[in-house]
């Protein structure tokens, strides 16, 4: 139903929050729906989010907390997960709750390994700790990304260093509506009344309150992003190239992106129901009207793409 999210530098996304004040003391504005985990913020913490997969019908669908804790007692680890959770007298397999609490726990805390999940080895950050320099191209393409007027992917996936000094994680944790292709590999698109709605069918509220949350999926974070194979909520792109052209031509080269209806109209945004798509964003790189030049020239998207590559971990400086 969905390209499998990164689950790497989500140690500091916060809690799912409606209303999100990026301000000490409270009083800054209202940065709207931002955090949680998930595509759609269906989580709160790594923990919750484990137990998403692990009983969903379409993925690992175990059937009952006694399901999961039978798989877990018949598998190689058994004796490992006993040891490590079984108190003095009591065995953590006669309570299926328990197994449950503790596998999501322990995928919790896995998910808290700085190596496997927040190594900030990129060449990027190597850049920004001073230790290395950008080629040419790289350095003209994180300037496209920044540029609010070119890329300006940075108002969204934020490229410098935190208020507090950290190194940026390449997402603000907000939520928008791009208006990405409707998917046809997937199996429920079949049906032309499905669709993946997102942020205001999380599963936190009722629908009607939050029509204009409709359509919008979380900014993923940049980082590792060019070792991905899927991109977007419904994975309908397959390179880092086609991504970036889709910014720099949404909306002045629609039919390269949207089928046509019988009478030859491109239907743009026909991933979602026509009254939620002035809930689409239309804020630089986006906003152009057809026929415009693209915001972008292929050479600018040729960059922005080997930009993007400098947000591997493990990179290794050449001299030393
Ligand atoms: C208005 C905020 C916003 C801006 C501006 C923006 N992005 Fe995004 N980006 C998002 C959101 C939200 C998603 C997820 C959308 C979805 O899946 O429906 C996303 C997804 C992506 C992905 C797919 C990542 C993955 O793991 O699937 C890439 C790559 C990307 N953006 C790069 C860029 C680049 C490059 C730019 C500038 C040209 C840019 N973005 C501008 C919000 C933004």
Redesign the pocket.
Known sequence: MR?V??LRYLVTTVPFTAHFIDDEDGHGEDGGPTGGLT?SGRADTPHEQALIPLFAHNEMANASPADLARRVMHSAYAADFEAAFSGPGERVFDDPARVVSWLASALEVYQQSENEFYPFSSKYDAFMRHQATLSPAEMRGLTL?NAPNK???A???TSSLTSSGGLPRFTDSA??A?G?PRNRAIRANGDPKYFDL?LCANGRFNRSEHDDWCGL????T?RN?AT?R?????GVFHS?EQ??RF??TRDSQPERWYPKDTRGKVRKFDDLPARYHGNV?V?A?FGASPGDRPR?TEAEVRD?VTF?NTLTDGWKSPTN
């Open positions: 390209a999210p990164t595509w990304f890329g300006n992917c108002s969204c996936h939520y928008s791009l990405v997102g999926f979380k900014t993923p940049l992003v991905r899927a991109f977007f909520h419904n880092l991504v970036v910014y720099a964003n804020s790189p972008l922005i993007l």
